[in-house]
């Protein structure tokens, strides 16, 4: 039973909204850099980055603020230690984002196919979106759905890699720039399986010992 | 101990009645040696009735009643024991120090044992600053042992009333809200000190200080309408509570 939810915990959320904001406004930035190959993204990734970092710095002094004013318990508590986690998932997320537009920034990517990255992190920023719903409508399922969508992302950074491997006429700069973003991606999509199962400990008060 | 148990206290059915009105139904728990068990839930719930029944002074007003079984180590406490052996080895710490106003600081920690005739005046001396030092009072006392036991502060006269009830070496020790008239400071000491207690005793401390509850004990058990709705480790109580009442009234939603 989840009993009105305290104004504080409302505070915390609506900082985190924020940065959910922030990260699916650069989502479609990197995105759409990725698939046209476009250079000329990381100033603005970088400052993103930042601005998030400095939020999570906010969502930290609320929560440590929050614990020493109020004292919480039980759902109130898990909130907090769970708002820590999330606001740290999103900074991280920001970051792979960021380190997207550097890969980008660093290879030379004519004639480079980058269609499986591409959808990669298609898929893994809808995970990251979908984690935040669970979170916010504290949604046990959803979170669970999250969690078993990694297994295809770690299957197709496999394939990406092994087609790259394999790949007779690809370029070496190409080679680097599909291996790098995505095991970058894949990372990032293993936060929003982090932010799963935080929620699923969120709403059960049990681990489910994803991370 | 006479069973083969691993439980200082196994309460079973306790049942506790004032006149027609019930207080406890059907409480059942088993609290371990040596630990301390925080008794928290809303004024009324049964909290105070329940520790009374332990070493049988619900029992003292005419009309009240109780029914179940209590086994201290084993034994019966209302059917194998004398309810004078029973507040000997279970002794209790009241909201309000209480110490006796007419003795002094020292004849107050040795009273019960005077009421005995337990000891002489040299090994009177030496229990009387041994428990004194037990509960971080002597320093504070040492050169006014001759002083009215009422001329101490709020918390030193406290941690007195515990001096007193360890004096008798008691096997559980009973606190009923300890802390509730004593300032930070104080009830900083009387948490270290109920923490160091277990080392020889077992606690059991009433409070409706949930923070308080969570801090000192290892075990919690939540109260509500004279039934136990939750009993188990205090972190979990803490964390990730089972029953949703216990989740509504930790997390201040009521009571």
């Not at chain 1, 720039?177 to 935080?198: F, K, M, W």
Request: glycine share 8%.
């Amino acid at each position: 039973m989840m009993a009105n939810e305290p104004e504080y915990i409302g505070k915390i959320n609506s900082e985190i909204r924020a940065m959910l904001k922030i990260v699916e406004g650069l989502g479609v930035v990197v995105q759409d850099a990725l698939e046209r190959k476009r250079k000329g993204t990381k100033g603005a990734a970088y400052a993103a980055s930042v601005n998030i970092q400095h939020m999570e710095e906010e969502v930290t002094a609320l929560c440590v603020g929050s614990l020493i004013r109020y004292q919480p318990f039980a759902s109130d508590l898990r909130a907090i230690t769970v708002a820590l986690k999330v606001s740290y998932d999103m900074s991280r997320i920001c970051r792979y984002l960021y380190n997207i537009t550097e890969v980008l920034e660093e290879f030379d990517l004519d004639g480079c196919n980058v269609a499986g990255a591409s959808e990669l992190l298609k898929d893994a920023l809808s995970m990251v979106s979908t984690s935040l719903t669970a979170y916010f409508d504290k949604n046990r399922s959803l979170a669970s759905e999250i969690i078993e969508r990694d297994h295809s992302i770690d299957e197709r950074y496999r394939m990406i890699l092994s087609a790259q491997r394999r790949s007779q006429s690809t370029s070496g700069d190409c080679i680097l720039l599909n291996g790098l973003t995505a095991r970058i991606i894949e990372r990032l999509a293993d936060h929003a399986c982090y932010i799963s199962s935080e929620t699923t400990y969120l709403v059960t008060g049990r681990r489910v010992g994803y991370r | 101990m006479s069973n083969c148990t691993h439980e200082k206290l196994d309460i079973s059915g306790l049942d506790a009645w004032f006149g027609d009105k019930q207080a406890l139904k059907g409480v059942s728990l088993k609290i371990k040696p040596k630990t301390v068990t925080a008794i928290i839930g809303p004024s009324g719930c049964g909290k105070s009735t329940f520790i009374r029944c332990i070493n049988r002074m619900h029992e003292l007003t005419p009309g009240n009643r109780v029914s179940g079984v209590l086994l201290l180590d084993g034994v019966d406490i209302y059917k194998g024991m004398d309810s004078m052996d029973v507040r000997r080895k279970v002794g209790m710490v009241f909201q309000k120090p209480n110490p006796f106003p007419n003795m002094s600081v020292m004849d107050n920690v040795v009273a019960g044992l005077k009421l005995i005739g337990a000891a002489g005046k040299k090994e009177l001396e030496a229990v009387a600053e041994a428990n004194l030092k037990a509960v971080g009072l002597w320093k504070e006392v040492e050169g006014d042992l001759k002083k009215s036991g009422a001329s101490l502060s709020g918390g030193q006269q406290q941690r007195l009333c515990i001096a007193r009830a360890l004096a008798m070496r008691p096997e559980i020790m009973l606190m009923d809200e300890p802390t509730s008239a004593l300032d930070p400071a104080s009830t900083a000491k009387i948490e270290d000190l109920v923490k160091t207690l277990k080392a020889e005793t077992t606690v059991i401390i009433i409070t409706h200080n949930v923070q308080q509850a969570a801090r000192i004990s290892d075990m919690t058990a939540f109260f509500y309408l004279g039934e136990l709705i939750e009993y188990g480790e205090t972190r979990t109580i803490f964390e990730s509570p089972k029953s949703p009442l216990t989740e509504r009234y930790i997390t201040g939603r009521f009571g």
